[in-house]
């Protein structure tokens, strides 16, 4: 499942990408597919990372890649690269678990080529406030989200960095409701048969693509969304 959307910002052929708090690698995989371009993956977890390099290496064996990549452990806070490094980075449903999210947004500005862009997703509000309310598990266990961000309150920082927001998307408000049931059933509780049976449907959604269930989603991510996406170009004139 894809938050970003690369049809939005665009990746062409020999460009450098990076993918911040990649986890096991979801969009660095489909940046692979899209382009001749080079991707780095790059996470603080070790374990998320070597689930990426697993699939990141079967990809490449079945022909199904098209790029060069490697894979970084390092914090979003310090990344470990020179200054104008990159022509395109996703950062996407991570600067909610950061605790220090404006020296994120320093350092993803710091590593973007002037003119390169930038996809920043973090939760919605509504649904994000009610699991918080729900559940103080779910914001509280260790590498929970520390912050739930209002509409509008990252294009500010962003803008200070020199990074315009040029398109905003909503995404997933399905999962929405899944993460509701986790947290009504216990964030924890990986058992729990509603919450379950809720995660094949969105497993089968996935595989099916169903038109009526994309219907359903796009009416219920007008006012619903799990996740929001600014997409921001770089430009260090207006900073």
């Known amino acids: 499942m894809l938050t970003v959307d690369y049809s939005v910002l665009e990746i062409g052929d020999g460009e450098r990408v990076l993918d911040i708090g990649c986890g096991t690698g979801r969009h660095s995989w489909e940046a692979c597919r899209r382009a001749f371009c080079t991707v ?20 490449e064996r079945q022909g199904e890649s098209r790029a060069q990549w490697g894979l970084l452990r390092a914090s979003t806070v310090s990344l470990p690269f020179k200054e104008g490094v990159f022509d395109k980075i996703v950062c996407s449903e991570v600067l909610e678990h950061v605790p220090d999210d404006l020296q994120g947004i320093k350092e993803m500005a710091r590593g973007l080529k002037d003119r390169g862009a930038v996809a920043v997703s973090v939760p919605s509000y509504l649904p994000e406030a009610i699991c918080w309310r729900i559940s103080s598990a779910y914001h509280a266990r260790a590498g929970g989200h520390v912050r739930i961000y209002r509409s509008g309150q990252l294009i500010p920082p962003l803008s200070a960095h020199g990074l315009q927001v040029y398109a905003r998307r909503r995404k997933h408000a399905l999962h929405s409701f899944y993460w509701i049931l986790r947290c009504l059933f216990g964030v924890n509780n990986e058992k729990a048969v509603v919450p379950s049976l809720y995660y094949r449907f969105l497993v089968w959604d996935m595989r099916a693509n169903s038109r009526p269930i994309r219907w359903l989603d796009s009416f219920f991510t007008l006012f619903f969304a799990k996740s929001t996406v600014l997409y921001a170009t770089k430009n260090e004139n207006e900073r």
């Not at 070790?46 to 689930?51: A, Q």
């Open 40 to 59: 780095y993956a790059l996470d603080i977890d070790g374990e998320e990372l070597m689930r990426a390099r697993g699939v990141l290496g079967a990809m």
